[in-house]
C-alpha cells in the first residue's frame, strides 16, 4: 500500500555569482552546521585568496539559517553590510565572503510563507570546555595549520600520540574535524588574541 506523497522541500543552498572561475559554483546547505572556508578540509570549500581558512559559520536552526563570521580577514557580508555576531538569511540575499559574493537561494522560505526571522543574541549558557595545557598546545597548532608529522616533531611525540591528542580535542569541543574543532574554539573564545 503506497501512503501519501510528501511535498519535497529544497535545500538551502548559496550560489556564487563573482565572475571567475568559481563563478555559478552551488554549494548545497546540507547539514545543520557547516564550515565555509578555503582550507580543503571545510564542509563548504571556497578556493579564493581572499577567503580566510576557516571563514564562516552557517547552521540551520528552527527553520532559519544563520551565518556567523570567524574572525576573517577579508570579513563577511550581507547586502553589503558587515555582519558583527550571528545574522539570518533570508532568500535573494546577497552574502560576500572576503571578495566572493553568493547569492542565498530558500526556496523552502516561499512555500511557507513565513516572516522574516529575528536573530536575537543569548547569552550562551554552555560552558567552555576544559582543555589540558597540552591540548590546549594542540588546538594551537591546529589553528595555525600544522600537520600530525610536524606537530608530532614540535611537541617530541610520535605521531599516534597526537592523533589521540587531536581525537580528545575534538571530542571536548564536538567537532569532526580540525577545521570544525578551530572554529569551535573561535565560538568559545578559546583563542587569545
Known sequence: MVGPAKRLTPLPMLVVTT???????????????????????????????????????????????LIQDLKSTGGTFINGEQIEGSAALKHGDIVRFGQVEARFEDRSSSLSGDDDTDVVELESAVDKPILSPRQNQVLGYLKDGLTNPEIAAELGVTERTVKAHCQEVFDRLGARNRTAAVAAAMNLGLFDD
Not at 580566510?52 to 540551520?60: G, K
Open 19 to 65: 565572475d571567475g572561475p568559481l563563478s555559478g559554483r552551488v554549494m548545497v546547505l546540507d547539514a545543520d552546521e557547516l564550515v565555509l572556508g578555503r582550507r580543503s578540509t571545510c564542509d563548504l570549500v571556497l578556493d579564493d585568496p581572499h577567503v580566510s581558512r576557516a571563514h564562516a559559520t552557517i547552521r540551520r536552526q528552527a527553520g532559519a539559517v
